[in-house]
């Protein structure tokens, strides 16, 4: 009854802050609604039994990519009439759009509705007896170790392609070099001048 | 008598029963909690004073020993501003966000054997996902006061607190590389038979030299625990020289209070997954006789205090850092220092897992 309830109060929650996500004003708001949405899903994984995806979609969406999001919202300078104002032109395409999602989410639907045949579709049952987390790790690191390295090869490339682009050296800009601040000796900067009274240094 | 309690409280639905023996759980985790959260506020002013040759809070109550209680009246009875522009709503949601978000994490700590509220088995990943979240507290709480300095306030306390968990992140691989498990009892478990079993010193792994690397661990996860929870020298979020307080600016009464709370309370929250993961948590240091009659949440509380007096003494030691100084230190040093500790720990884990199998 307990896990009934809590399935209950975590599926409307995300599906309240999901629709508050879009129907929000104010971005940075939409934004939190967002994060609320991953935190029940996280919940809704728990009572699934899938504790580890749950703290991984925790640490990984709630606590940093989100971060990330309401880092930049927060910093943008929202003009809410322009935002309101293209509404009309650009209602077709995104109704369009929306028509799509919804059809392919309704469709898979169909295919997932019963949970017998959902369990015979898995790629690997789930083995019994053994913690949730070892029978992930057991399974990427060894039956699938080639694909989750490559994932993490693209990552690294996708990573290294935003640094390169963004990296550019300008000349005349003055940094910091710790390496060259310690190794500074006193000679190489004071010079002790022996100056007679009234001839300067020149 | 104590049958027929019992007797009553079977016939009572199951749920309703685990529902009120985990309320009944909580609370007795929160109030010891929250009461010797008031002693060490103390501690930490006394220690503070102490290096700096004055006396401290020394008027209310014996030695000064109810000023955090007198602070807490002043504070809750003191009025609520919230500024004409804030985000109402959102301004006052931060602070209780920081406070529940500090007091979560607690739930699977465990303070001595069996005492621990929720035994799951990624304890220390829930602990890392909730760490995580404490971000949002400030960042909110800076974004709602609508005003300059919380807002710079909070934007450096984002990058810095998710910098710093990287490296957190990883320091907790290497630990659970070292016991096989995520399950915070069983890792304190791993560590009995005295201090040399202990994890920043491992000796149990000899000859591999284990304690090399934890060390230096250790050395590097004290570090971050001071970024993450903004204590100086990392307290940028709130450097009342730039800053005037962060995003604590706008602040005032029990909202101030609840950011207060559970700032210290992931202070000790820290502590506690210091003794936790290298110091052996519960156990004694030594595994003979008057070392074992203390019971062991003494031995938990005392290298917890331990801990937070060194977190006391870095404050009033150490002045505070810059802020690129900080992002250097996090992702040039600390990062890649951890990553190659997981690399190393998990080669060592292999092998010797390897050759005990015979193999």
């Known amino acids: ?202 | 008598m104590f049958t027929a309690i019992a007797n009553w409280w079977g016939s009572l639905p199951a749920e309703l029963t685990w529902s009120l023996a985990t309320i009944g759980q909580i609370m007795a985790f929160v109030v010891p909690l929250l009461l010797s959260l008031a002693f060490l506020l103390l501690m930490d002013r006394k220690v503070w004073a102490a290096v700096q040759m004055r006396k401290g809070p020394n008027t209310v109550g014996a030695f000064g020993l109810l000023q955090s209680f007198a602070d807490f009246i002043k504070f809750v009875v003191k009025e609520i501003v919230v500024p004409a522009g804030a985000d109402r709503p959102l301004f006052l949601l931060a602070p209780l966000l920081t406070f529940v978000f500090a007091f979560i994490t607690w739930a699977v700590v465990p303070v001595a054997p069996g005492w621990v509220i929720s035994d799951i088995n990624v304890g220390i990943l829930y602990i890392f996902a909730i760490s995580s979240l404490g971000v949002y507290g400030i960042i909110i709480g800076g974004w709602a006061s609508n005003s300059k300095y919380p807002f710079l306030g909070s934007l450096r306390s984002a990058a810095q607190m998710v910098s710093y968990e990287v490296s957190i992140g990883f320091i907790l691989v290497t630990v659970l590389l070292m016991a096989g498990t995520m399950n915070l009892s069983a890792l304190v478990e791993a560590q009995g038979g005295g201090f040399w079993n202990w994890h920043v010193l491992s000796l149990d792994m000899l000859p591999w030299p284990t304690f090399l690397i934890t060390i230096p661990m250790f050395v590097i996860f004290f570090i971050s625990a001071l970024a993450e929870t903004n204590r100086p020298p990392f307290d940028l979020p709130e450097a009342e020289s730039e800053l005037v307080a962060g995003y604590q600016v706008e602040y005032s009464s029990t909202p101030y209070l609840l950011f207060m709370i559970g700032e210290y309370l992931n202070i000790v929250l820290m502590c506690a997954l210091m003794t936790v993961l290298f110091f052996g948590g519960w156990h004694a240091p030594f595994d003979f006789a008057p070392f074992t009659w203390v019971p062991p949440v003494f031995w938990f509380a005392i290298k917890v205090v331990f801990f937070f007096f060194m977190f006391a003494m870095v404050k009033a030691l150490v002045p505070r850092y810059r802020y690129d100084q900080l992002m250097r230190l996090g992702w040039k040093i600390f990062l890649p220092t951890s990553l190659a500790a997981v690399f190393v720990m998990g080669a060592i884990v292999v092998y010797t897992r390897n050759a005990a199998l015979g193999g």
């Open chain 1, 1 to 202: 009854m307990l896990q009934a309830a809590a399935f209950y109060i975590f599926s409307a929650i995300a599906v309240f802050s999901a629709l508050m996500v879009v129907f929000a004003k104010n971005p940075v708001r939409a934004v939190l609604f967002l994060i609320l949405a991953f935190f029940s899903a996280a919940g809704l994984f728990i009572l699934l039994g899938a504790e580890f995806l749950a703290m991984i979609l925790v640490i990984v969406y709630v606590g940093a990519v989100a971060v990330l999001f309401l880092f930049v919202v927060m910093m943008l300078d929202i003009d809410f009439a322009e935002l309101k104002a293209g509404f009309a032109e650009n209602a077709i395409v995104g109704g369009a759009v929306a028509s799509v999602l919804a059809l392919v989410l309704v469709l898979s639907g169909f295919i997932w509705v019963d949970a017998n045949s959902a369990q015979a579709n898995l790629a690997a049952p789930t083995p019994e007896g053994v913690s949730n987390v070892a029978a992930l790790g057991a399974l990427i690191y060894d039956r699938y170790v080639l694909f989750f390295q490559l994932a993490g090869l693209v990552l690294l490339v996708a990573m290294i392609g935003a640094i390169v682009l963004t990296l550019r050296h300008r000349d005349g800009v003055k940094r910091q070099d710790m390496h060259k601040q310690v190794n500074r000796k006193r000679e190489d900067s004071v010079e002790i001048v022996d100056v007679e009274p009234g001839e300067g240094i020149g």
